[in-house]
């Protein structure tokens, strides 16, 4: 931890502006030669000094507190709760978080936002990972089990199949998930961010109508992944041609989806992934595919050297959610994705 800690301060004495005249790049490289663990260099000390004083992240340091990123912050802290200094961390945001919920159990992305969206599970699964409020978490997972999209009426369904005539659109619009925020259309990102919440919860919250939830969810990702495998926002194909599947919403995707290891659909997107994977140049793209791939159980290189090699050239742009998934996908308790002990959960 010495040695960690002197890496992390003398990065932290590099120019602030990527490549501004070399020198990061070059004490980048001579860092990640030395074999030091880019988390403990570079991901916690930069998530660390993030943190707002109110205790939540923005999406860049400085920036204004928002939901999405507390949430990943939080949830890379949990995955490191025995490194130094991570409690303290845990606790301002986990604070901030709960005092960011709406009365209806709901959260939006910003405390100036009134109405409910996608974060609700973010938030959920960030609290749930760290242990804490499940009274809020069950509040949370209530209402996403309440929040239908628009899809699903007959008038609806109707005028889709004439637009699907027209588009040569292939799917089924009976099959609803969940919206970005409630009254609009399913997509595949906040429907994948539902499922993983509602399928954390307790034996004991697991009721019909979540189970009914988590089915007809499920069944409306696997309608809409792309022919050669994996996601993209949820349109798989439209006038005739196949959609082109991305990282993110395969990654999300497939891990809501891990029940149904078995399916054609999960197999053709894991093989894609892995493809993709190996092309991958962004650090985003990288660590949510190495700890997706890593959860099924696929070989996948050592994270590291690829983090280091992202970093010096580009710094992740000091984004607050790059940080964050890169510090999951080499956290040694990834405790966010299995099911939380019952207790304090009530009905």
């Not at 509040?139 to 089990?145: D, F, Y």
Request: one cysteine or more; a neutral charge; proline letters at 7%.
């Amino acid at each position: 931890m010495e040695r960690s800690g002197h890496v992390a301060t003398e990065l932290m004495d590099l120019p602030a502006s990527p490549g501004s005249d070399g020198s990061r790049s070059e004490r980048t490289a001579r860092l990640a030669s030395a074999n030091s663990s880019f988390t403990e260099a570079v991901s916690l000390p930069f998530l660390r000094q993030a943190q707002n004083a109110d205790g939540a992240w923005g999406y860049a340091p400085c920036a204004p507190s928002s939901v999405e990123p507390t949430c990943w912050a939080l949830l890379a802290f949990a995955g490191w709760v025995d490194s130094a200094d991570c409690a303290s961390h845990i606790e301002r945001a986990r604070e901030w978080l709960c005092q960011a919920q709406l009365p209806d159990g709901s959260w939006g992305n910003c405390p100036r936002q009134k109405e409910g969206t996608w974060c609700t599970a973010l938030a959920g699964l960030a609290l749930q990972a760290c242990g804490a409020a499940p009274e809020a978490v069950t509040r949370g997972a209530r209402w996403l089990s309440n929040a239908w999209p628009r899809e699903g009426g007959l008038w609806w369904r109707l005028r889709m199949w004439r637009q699907s005539k027209r588009l040569l659109i292939s799917q089924d619009h009976s099959l609803r998930g969940w919206g970005w925020t409630p009254g609009t259309a399913s997509w595949v990102e906040p429907t994948s961010y539902a499922l993983l919440l509602l399928g954390a919860l307790p034996d004991h919250l697991q009721t019909q109508a979540v189970t009914r939830r988590r089915s007809m969810g499920e069944a409306m990702l696997l309608n809409r992944v792309c022919p050669g495998g994996g996601w993209n926002c949820g349109n798989p194909v439209v006038y005739g041609v196949p959609g082109e599947p991305s990282v993110g919403p395969t990654v999300w995707a497939l891990l809501a989806l891990r029940e149904q290891a078995d399916r054609q659909e999960v197999s053709n997107s894991l093989r894609w992934l892995e493809d993709t994977y190996e092309r991958s140049e962004g650090p985003a793209s990288i660590a949510q595919a190495h700890w997706c791939l890593r959860l099924y159980g696929r070989p996948v290189p050592p994270l590291d050297p690829a983090l280091w090699n992202c970093y010096a050239r580009n710094q992740f742009f000091d984004n607050v959610l790059a940080m964050s998934w890169a510090t999951l996908a080499q956290a040694p308790k990834p405790n966010w994705l299995h099911h939380q002990p019952s207790n304090g959960y009530k009905i």
